[in-house]
């Protein structure tokens, strides 16, 4: 059974950083583009990062994240991460890790929802003092 399953979330103040961890089974991570996504109360889901397969390795970022979040994989332990440092309100969401079941590399439009295919039940994120 193919599987995502998203940790580390939590409550931070601003300013404060987090690791969120994204454990998969039953497929291998590296052969695929993943992500991470994530959607604040009564917003769209929307693309924070992407990491091309270990063969390729380009990361990718939202602006309002970039400098600040780092995406990164694991491939002994078909794990991904998303280290959030400088946490602002802003960045309060459920957030959900994701896999393109068709290509290695991250597609132009990795930021939209609709080109990840499998999917974690996300872990939320509360940034506030």
């Known amino acids: 059974q193919l599987q995502l399953v998203e940790s580390g979330g939590g409550s931070v103040q601003p300013g404060g950083s987090l690791r969120l961890s994204c454990a998969a089974s039953?497929?291998?991570?590296?052969?695929?583009?993943i992500g991470w996504f994530r959607q604040a109360p009564g917003k769209e889901r929307e693309g924070v990062a992407c990491?091309?397969?270990?063969?390729?390795?380009?990361?990718y970022y939202a602006d309002s994240v970039k400098g600040r979040f780092t995406i990164s994989r694991d491939n002994v332990k078909n794990t991904m991460y998303l280290q959030m440092n400088s946490l602002k309100p802003e960045d309060t969401a459920v957030y959900y890790c994701?896999?393109?079941?068709?290509?290695?590399?991250?597609?132009?439009?990795?930021?939209?929802?609709?080109?990840?295919?499998?999917w974690g039940n996300g872990t939320l994120v509360t940034v506030s003092s």
């Open positions: 994701a896999a393109d079941l068709y290509f290695r590399l991250c597609r132009t439009r990795w930021s939209n929802p609709a080109s990840m295919h499998y």
């Open positions: 039953g497929f291998t991570l590296d052969d695929h583009a």
């Open positions: 990491i091309s397969s270990s063969s390729d390795g380009s990361t």
